[in-house]
């Protein structure tokens, strides 16, 4: 078992209440966030050309708060998590598929803003 194999078994081993779940083989296909549970956590996701991170943490006692962001061949991306979600924890475990443009959150659009922020570092 090579090394990212071991780290992606212990990760997974710990038991996450936010996790990432649904890998077959080598390719890694959706994300489980547990929003009953809310427990606070960041994560990143790598896809093909880019990666989408998010965090998740309790914005109230019946909501939960997910911040995320993706880039897509973007060495300049600054690490913005440019949309916020306030999504009911009644909700409980969602699965959300990873596509070749990043996690696909579009299921809570009705829960989410965007900002105007690029994302965007300045070059020296």
């Not at 997974?12 to 083989?25: D, K």
């Not at 006692?61 to 999504?87: A, F, Q, S």
């Amino acid at each position: 078992m090579n090394i990212f194999r071991q780290c992606a078994a212990g990760i997974l081993a710990i038991g996450m209440a936010v996790s990432i779940l649904g890998q077959t083989g080598e390719d890694q296909t959706h994300v489980i966030l547990d929003f009953g549970s809310c427990v606070p956590e960041r994560k990143g996701v790598s896809f093909a050309f880019g990666s989408t991170t998010y965090e998740l943490k309790r914005a109230q006692r019946k909501t939960c708060r997910l911040r995320y962001g993706t880039e897509i061949e973007n060495p300049l991306w600054d690490g913005t998590l440019d949309t916020t979600c306030i999504v009911p924890r009644r909700l409980g475990k969602q699965k959300f598929v990873i596509t070749g443009e990043g996690v696909d959150f579009s299921s809570l659009a009705r829960y989410c803003v965007k900002s105007q922020k690029s994302g965007l570092r300045s070059v020296p």
